[in-house]
Every structure is written in C-alpha cells, then in structure tokens.
C-alpha cells in the first residue's frame, strides 16, 4: 500500500512562473491536507479538501493561491506568479475519514529565484 | 493559527539516556497528537492522546496529558540515534477541520 505521494520532490521557478504541487493520497483516502513549513518552523495549515470539494480554505492566501481534488487524479495546489516568499516545504496529508491520524507524504520543496 | 507550544525548543542528549519534551495549548481539545520528522522528510504519526486519558504507551514512548494544565509530555525512554528527529504537537478540537501545530522540539541524540 504505496502511502502519501507528493511530486516533484524538488521544484525551482523564477519569480512570476507557476508553481503545480501534486498530492496522491493514500488508496482509500478521500480527505486531503495541504500544509506550508517555513525552516525551523511548524506546520502552516493551507487548506483541506475531500473528493471534488474544498472544505476549509482559510490558511491559504485568497491570492494566488488555489488548490483542487477532482474525482480521478491527483489533488493539485496551484501557485501563480510566484514571488520569493513562497519559498517553503509544502507537505500534503491523507486521511481516511475526517479527523482521523494523517499520512504525510514527502513534502515539494519551492525554491523562488 | 498555532496554539501548541513544545518546550524545549531545542534538547540534546546521550545516546540511552530519556529525552522528555513538553507542549502547552490554549483552547479545549478533543484529542492530542504526537509527531516526528526527520530532516527533509514528512512527518510521522507516533500517538494519539484523547482528553479523557492520562496516560499511553506506545513501545520506547510515553505521553501524558494534563487537561486542567492544558499540557501533555512525550517521553522516550532509552533514547538511539535514530530518535534525532524533530517532534511536534498538534491537537484537534471540537469543530476545527484542521489540526493546530507547535513550532516543534528538536531532538538530537549524541551517540
């Protein structure tokens, strides 16, 4: 049972690109987590998705930002012009049913130059 | 917003000896969890606490949880150098969809 995939592992985009972070989660899971960690930092919330729907949004930027879950295919968080404060570790999450333990994957770590 | 708290920030210790780190909250919870990551990589669920317990035990691990202090602790006993890793708090409350996380103790074991 192949756990939480997050790809690329590693993203470099210039300032004003975009930036696509892709999250497959668990077989099984339909609640997905999108989180941002600074170094040395904890986790930043970002936002929670289930299959095709965004449930709570309020730790992303209302600009910018934007994250999906469609019914087939990996969950997508969108970053457009990307500026050098973006630069993170973005960690997606899995879980079975709400409110239960998560599954990390890996995490993208986003280098703006 | 974050509302744990692990203290300390920062602890290093000898290889076998007990490493124990703290997390304080603010609001009511329903339950409280325990992490760990490595350098680089995601993190990893280690134990759930739920607020009507004292006390589990999880293999080398122990948490506690103080309601009324609105404070639990991690304790890993006999500590190896694959413990080096950062650990970090989260808790879930009564109508949060997220979990809100500490800041994290980093933990490093001199062997």
């Known amino acids: 049972n192949a756990g939480v995939m997050q790809n690329p592992r590693h993203l470099v985009r210039r300032r004003g690109q975009e930036a696509r972070l892709r999250c497959s989660p668990m077989?099984?899971?339909?609640?997905v987590y999108w989180y941002r960690q600074l170094p040395e930092e904890g986790l930043k919330f970002m936002v929670y998705?289930?299959?095709?729907?965004?449930?709570?949004e309020s730790g992303m930027p209302k600009e910018r930002f934007s994250a999906e879950f469609p019914k087939e295919g990996p969950s997508i968080l969108r970053i457009q012009q990307v500026v050098r404060g973006d630069s993170a570790a973005y960690f997606c999450?899995?879980?079975?049913?709400?409110?239960?333990?998560?599954?990390f994957g890996s995490g993208t770590q986003l280098s703006v130059l | 917003s974050q509302q744990g708290e692990e203290d300390p920030q920062a602890l290093s210790i000898q290889e076998g000896e007990n490493a124990t780190m703290n997390c304080s909250y603010k609001?009511?919870?329903?339950?409280l969890q325990w992490y760990r990551q490595n350098s680089g990589r995601g993190l990893v669920h280690l134990i759930l606490?739920?607020?009507n317990e004292r006390e589990k035990h999880s293999g080398r691990l122990r948490v506690t949880l103080d309601t009324s202090k609105k404070s639990s602790s991690l304790l890993i006993t006999a500590s190896r150098a694959a413990d080096t890793a950062s650990y970090f708090c989260?808790?879930?409350?009564?109508?949060?969809?997220?979990?809100?996380w500490g800041a994290g103790t980093k933990l490093i074991i001199k062997p």
């Open positions: 999450a899995s879980s079975r049913r709400q409110k239960e333990k998560l599954f």
């Open positions: 998705l289930q299959k095709e729907n965004i449930i709570d």
């Open positions: 989260a808790t879930e409350g009564d109508s949060n969809y997220q979990l809100i």
């Open positions: 606490i739920r607020s």
């Open positions: 609001t009511s919870i329903n339950n």
């Open positions: 077989k099984g899971h339909s609640h």
